[in-house]
């Protein structure tokens, strides 16, 4: 069964800083997907970014960038110029052959004004 | 375009009461539909997924069943609600963008159970 790890619970950074977001993940499929989704306090879950496991390069979208390490089963994500519209729970989601999506734990991130 | 609406936003309900969460699409057909539960502070947990019409699929046993009577129609049941079924419950979609297999998520139902 696959999972997903995101090992930061919180974070915090002040407004228009970098952060990044930690997430690892386990499956036994060659042939997978990688996403970031953001809730914010509204609960709403919005898709960030998503990446194929093909595919070496990294998944950009505006200010949203992911650094996935195949090898090492990582998938974090960078946000520049942090807003404070970006203030939400992040999380990590994973899905394979069986097109169900895993999700992790989340980390709930706080940008300081 | 697509979209998906889901009601009600929030519902209040005693124990042993029962339970109706509808969840529609509109702007696809034939789509995969899901439901997720999230409980307080924790990440989402898929409850059922559906196929196609009448086609369910349960991930976690439970107190809660889903049908599916039309083709972009999916509703979470209870007969009996219990305290454990509190919590945050979203619907979603899903389609190919490209090779990749989206979701995409209904704004969600909160539910308390007193």
């Known amino acids: 069964a696959q999972t997903v790890t995101q090992s930061q619970p919180e974070m915090s950074v002040q407004e228009a800083e970098t952060v990044t977001l930690s997430c690892t993940y386990d499956t036994s499929e060659n042939n997978y997907y990688l996403f970031w989704y953001k809730q914010p306090p509204s609960r709403q879950m919005i898709l960030v970014i998503r990446q194929e496991a093909y595919k070496q390069q990294n998944a950009t979208e505006n200010r949203f960038s992911v650094n996935f390490q195949k090898a090492a089963k990582s998938f974090s994500l960078k946000i520049s110029d942090s807003q404070l519209g970006d203030t939400a729970m992040y999380f990590c989601a994973l899905i394979d052959g069986n097109e169900k999506l895993t999700f992790g734990t989340g980390t709930r991130l706080t940008i300081i004004p | 375009s697509q979209t998906i609406h889901q009601w009600p936003a929030t519902l209040v309900q005693p124990v042993g009461s029962p339970l109706s969460l509808e969840c529609t699409v509109e702007g696809t057909s034939n789509p995969n539909l899901y439901w997720y539960r999230q409980a307080a502070g924790r990440g989402l947990q898929l409850l059922f997924y559906?196929?196609?019409?009448?086609?369910i699929s349960s991930e976690v046993p439970q107190n809660l069943s889903a049908s599916r009577p039309q083709d972009r129609q999916f509703i979470l049941s209870s007969k009996k609600l219990l305290l454990s079924d509190s919590g945050f419950y979203l619907c979603?979609?899903?389609?190919?963008?490209?090779?990749?297999?989206?979701?995409?998520f209904g704004d969600g139902t909160r539910l308390s159970i007193l």
């Open positions: 979603a979609w899903s389609e190919y963008a490209g090779r990749i297999l989206t979701q995409h």
């Open positions: 559906s196929v196609g019409i009448g086609q």
